[in-house]
């Protein structure tokens, strides 16, 4: 008999990346012999992936949906009932999506779904996966963690519920070596490594006819400036960073074109490129509106420089020469881990094959 699989992820959000993990992950366990099924992580309430709108201009970077809501309602007390109402609708919600099929198993990942806010905030990812592990638990339904990224450091409060939820899990695997060190660090728990759920890909490698063209991805100014400490920089600074890059690419007479993978880089570029016309350089913006157009505009580019992991993975898959923009660890692992080591795209997809086949045909069928 096939068994159904749970796949958990961000996979409805606005994020590219995030939907790509989706399809991955779904692509993946179909290609083991599941039947699969999908919930979102933090949202399970929304039943289809949303219309997003990334091509629209806009004035000023949008904003996160939670940050907005603390900024509205700043005391601790306002926020405590809303971590409050979170948790107890987020229940509710998990218990009508685990009630509505019979599930052999549950796996949540991938993405950096171990994160924090960095804040004295508690992360929302620390709420969801608390809230999932504790009612599958109570469900009796095995239960995974795969193909996730850790922070190094968390808040007290997200500290606790990560490691009630991680101690539930049957088998946790992570993407890259410095998220199996912060796991066995701050919960001391070991988990396995295995590639970045992104690189499945089932169909074979393509021969892409490469034009001369540069991608270049800028990463949200306001996010930049919040989760990586440079309140130092200002926007117009952090523009003539990026412009150096730009400079670099077309010194190489490449053309190059603006893309986005998330709204509120989206938002950026548009500003990005109001500040190059200024600079009387006059570069364009990809009109980017699903994960098909990023694949598609990927299909042709020679080059892509970014600085989210997902929109670097997808490049890499169709045999673009990537580069990141190393503002985090992820990336500075994702470098060292995958582009440094020149293992080709299609080596990791077999082996993030292999190593799930190999497990969870033993375990579950």
């Known amino acids: 008999m096939t068994k159904n699989v749970l796949i958990v ?16 992950m779904e692509a993946l366990f179909t290609a083991m012999g599941f039947n699969t099924y999908f919930s979102y992580f933090t949202n399970p309430a929304i039943k289809q992936l949303p219309a997003y709108d990334y091509s629209k201009i806009q004035t000023t970077p949008v904003k996160n949906r939670f940050t907005a809501i603390f900024k509205n309602k700043a005391t601790h007390l306002l926020s405590f009932f809303i971590y409050c109402r979170y948790y107890f609708n987020l229940s509710k919600q998990v218990k009508q999506c685990l009630a509505l099929q019979q599930y052999h198993m549950v796996v949540i990942g991938g993405g950096q779904l171990i994160n924090s806010s960095k804040s004295n905030r508690v992360s929302f990812f620390a709420i969801a996966l608390h809230v999932w592990a504790k009612v599958i638990k109570k469900m009796n339904i095995p239960f995974y963690i795969a193909g996730v990224g850790a922070a190094g450091e ?107 993978t998330t709204e509120t880089d989206a938002a950026e570029a548009y500003l990005f490129q109001q500040y190059l016309q200024t600079q009387n350089v006059q570069i364009p913006v990809a009109a980017i509106t699903s994960l098909k157009d990023l694949n598609s505009i990927f299909e042709k580019a020679a080059y892509v420089y970014a600085a989210r992991m997902h929109a670097l993975i997808l490049a890499y898959k169709k045999n673009c020469r990537v580069e990141a923009f190393e503002i985090s660890q992820k990336l500075i692992s994702f470098t060292e881990e995958y582009i440094a080591s020149g293992r080709q795209p299609e080596i990791i997809s077999r082996q993030l094959y292999d190593t799930f086949a190999a497990y969870f045909k033993k375990e579950c069928i």
């Open 154 to 260: 968390f808040h007290t409060i997200e500290k606790i519920l990560y490691n009630r939820a991680l101690q539930y899990a049957s088998n946790i695997w992570v993407r890259d070596n410095f998220s199996g060190q912060s796991i066995l660090k701050n919960f001391k728990l070991q988990a396995n490594l295995a590639p970045d759920m992104a690189f499945f890909n089932q169909n074979p490698l393509a021969n892409y006819q490469k034009d001369n063209t540069a991608l270049i991805g800028i990463y949200g100014y306001d996010e930049y400036k919040k989760v990586f400490g440079m309140a130092g920089k200002s926007r117009d600074m952090y523009f003539a960073q990026w412009k150096k890059i730009i400079d670099r690419y077309t010194n190489m007479r490449l053309k190059v074109i603006l893309f986005y």
């Open 9 to 24: 992820n961000e996979g409805y959000s606005s994020n590219l990346g995030d939907q790509a993990i989706k399809q991955s």
